[in-house]
Each structure stands twice: as structure tokens, then as C-alpha cells.
């Protein structure tokens, strides 16, 4: 299987699960009716990976309200009846976070069954994701902490349990997104970076890191349009490539970004987005595939995963879908030519 193409984790949810193009929609349905709801938007998720022409596939976060929340709420320090007003993201964006009211720990599995019910679907291996210890810390507010670097490392060490357990089910790859990396690097140098590093130790499946620069959402694209500065990757590269994580996973279409920058990340294998997740319509396959060639000039094909941007939760489904087949399409084209 050469150049498997996959998407970075979610799509969006079904209009009779939760109103479409929205981030943190609530749910319309309660109860029993919710939990199958998700089961069902599960397997469709995974179905039009399948059929897109996915070779690796997710869950689409078909459960998940955020990506954040979804797992933070099944930890007991975090009270989301309490929101904070916080910029978030270096400043970037304003969210209403939950409050940290208690040092963090892990106590029991939150997403075993996420992962059990996404293996028991998949015809394709399957890549799960976790929110990484410093967006995590980045998007809530610790009353209970004063040193942000304990708390991250707290974090790591929660999400190191449950990756451990999550990968004893399986999965092929566990990918940890960590956004607030790109936006703040130097706090990525310091404390992020070995946090991730502790938050994979031991798990027993290939681990992945998602570092992008958020969403196709109108707050996201606003700032992307505005942003000047891109070198982020250029600082947090080589970083990356002394830590034990098997795939980073990257963001290249929507900034333009020359993928001569992969020079920097050592022999991982990279998740190369290569297509732009905003509601614009899919670049032609060609202009993907193009991308796709100018990756395998810096990194080897049989460590590259042609990927989109970012998650596509926000975009109207069958859009979603074009743009799946548009990567599917492109890898497969630049696949046959090698
Ligand atoms: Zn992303």
C-alpha cells in the first residue's frame, strides 16, 4: 500500500444528529437515542472514508461535541458547568473554557469504547486521536494549578494512560492534536514537546502528532488570511524529529507552505496535508497531486500519508466528501506514476 491517503480526524456529523456547520453544536437527540445516533453517524463516517477511498480510517469524531471536551468532560477535574471567558491560542481566538478545580488524574479509560466500536466497523486500519496536554491546558482555565507546566505534564501523564489502554484494542495509529503548538512555539519547545514525548511513552501502537493551524472556520480563516509569519514549522521540525512520535502530521495547503520545510523532520513519516479544508470548493486532483510530488522530493514515498489540512467537522458533509475523493484521487495518481 503505497501513499495511503487519510483525513485528520473529524467530518461532519449527520443534520439529524447535531445542526451542521458548527462547531460544538448540540445534540438533537437524548438519551439512548443520542448514544445509538452516534453509533449510526459512526458508521457512516467510516463508510464514506471507505468508499472516498480512504486506506486509513477514523471515527470522524461522529461523538465528539468538540475535540477537546469530548474527553476532557470524562475526567474529573474538569467542571464544564463553570465557563471562563480565555483568549486561547497565543491570543489568537476568545473561548469560554471549563475550570480546572482539582489536580488532574487519570482514574479510569474515558474512550475505550470509542476506539472498540470504531474497530469492530473498519474494514481499513484505524487511526484514533487524543487533544494533546498543551492545547488541553490551552483551553481551559486552571484555578487548581499555578505552574502551567505541572499542569501540562499532569495532562501528559492522563493522556498517556489512556493512549496505553486505547492502543491494547488495536488501533494502528494513535494521533495526539496539539494546534497550540504552532501557536505558541517557544512554549512548544519548552513544555510541550516533552510533554508529548512523556504523553507516549510506552503505547503500543504507532503514535502521530497533529500540528496545524486550526479549521476551516470563518475566526480560522480570518486569522489565516491576516497572518503573515509561517515559520513555525521551521522551529518546531526539528524538535519533532528527536522525540519518539512515529508521523507528524502537518498542515501545507491552505498556507501555501513549500514542503522543502520536511527537510527538518529527520525520518518520520509525515501525514502531508495536502488539501485545504476550507468551504471553498476541492483544489483539482491535479494541484494535489502536484503537492504530492513536491513532498516526495524530501521525503521517501513509503513514509508519506497524503492527508488533508486539519479536521473537516465545520464543512457541509458532501463536501467533505468531494474533498476526500479528491485526496484519494491524487494519491492514487501519483502512486501509479511512481
Ligand atoms: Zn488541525
Not at 467510516?46 to 480510517?57: F, L, N, T
Not at 474497530?119 to 488541553?136: H, N, Y
Request: charged letters at 25%.
Amino acid at each position: 500500500m503505497i501513499l495511503p491517503p487519510m483525513i485528520v480526524g473529524s467530518l461532519p456529523k449527520p443534520k439529524w444528529l447535531a445542526k451542521p456547520r458548527e462547531l460544538r453544536a448540540p445534540w438533537r437527540l437524548k438519551g439512548k437515542r443520542l448514544f445509538e445516533g452516534q453509533d449510526d453517524a459512526t458508521t457512516a463516517a467510516i463508510h464514506e472514508q471507505e468508499r472516498a477511498g480512504m486506506m486509513i480510517v477514523t471515527d470522524g469524531e461522529q461523538r465528539r461535541q468538540h475535540y477537546i471536551s469530548h474527553f476532557c468532560q470524562g475526567l474529573p477535574a474538569f467542571d464544564y458547568s463553570r465557563l471562563v471567558d480565555k483568549p486561547t491560542r497565543g491570543g489568537k481566538y476568545a473561548a469560554k473554557v471549563p475550570t480546572i478545580v482539582d489536580k488532574v488524574r487519570w482514574t479510569e479509560p474515558v474512550l475505550l469504547r470509542d476506539v472498540a466500536f470504531v474497530l469492530s466497523q473498519a474494514s481499513w486500519p484505524v487511526k484514533f486521536t487524543l487533544p494533546g496536554p498543551m492545547t488541553i491546558a490551552d483551553t481551559a482555565y486552571a484555578e487548581a494549578y499555578k505552574d502551567e507546566a505541572e499542569l501540562i505534564f499532569d495532562l501528559a501523564a492522563v493522556v498517556n494512560a489512556e493512549a496505553r489502554t486505547l492502543a491494547r484494542l488495536g488501533p494502528a495509529i494513535i494521533q495526539i492534536d496539539e494546534p497550540a503548538f504552532n501557536a505558541e512555539p517557544d512554549k512548544a519547545r519548552e513544555i510541550g514537546i516533552p510533554a508529548l514525548q512523556r504523553a507516549i511513552e510506552g503505547v503500543e501502537c504507532a503514535t502521530a502528532v497533529h500540528v496545524c493551524y486550526g479549521y476551516g472556520t470563518e475566526t480560522v480563516l480570518r486569522w489565516k488570511n491576516a497572518n503573515t509569519s509561517w515559520g513555525q514549522y521551521e522551529q518546531l521540525l526539528p524538535l519533532l524529529a528527536e522525540t519518539q512520535v512515529a508521523i507528524l502530521s502537518l498542515e501545507f495547503a491552505a498556507p501555501k507552505l513549500d514542503p522543502a520545510v520536511l527537510q527538518l523532520a529527520g525520518n518520520k513519516r509525515i501525514a502531508f496535508g495536502c488539501v485545504d479544508v476550507s468551504p471553498a470548493a476541492p483544489e483539482p486532483v491535479e494541484v494535489v497531486a502536484q503537492r504530492i510530488r513536491e513532498a516526495l522530493k524530501y521525503v521517501p514515498a513509503d513514509r508519506l500519508y497524503p492527508s488533508t489540512d486539519c479536521g473537516m467537522a465545520p464543512l457541509p458533509r458532501e463536501l467533505a466528501v468531494a474533498k476526500m475523493r479528491v485526496l484519494a484521487e491524487a494519491a492514487r495518481v501519483v502512486g501509479e506514476q511512481l
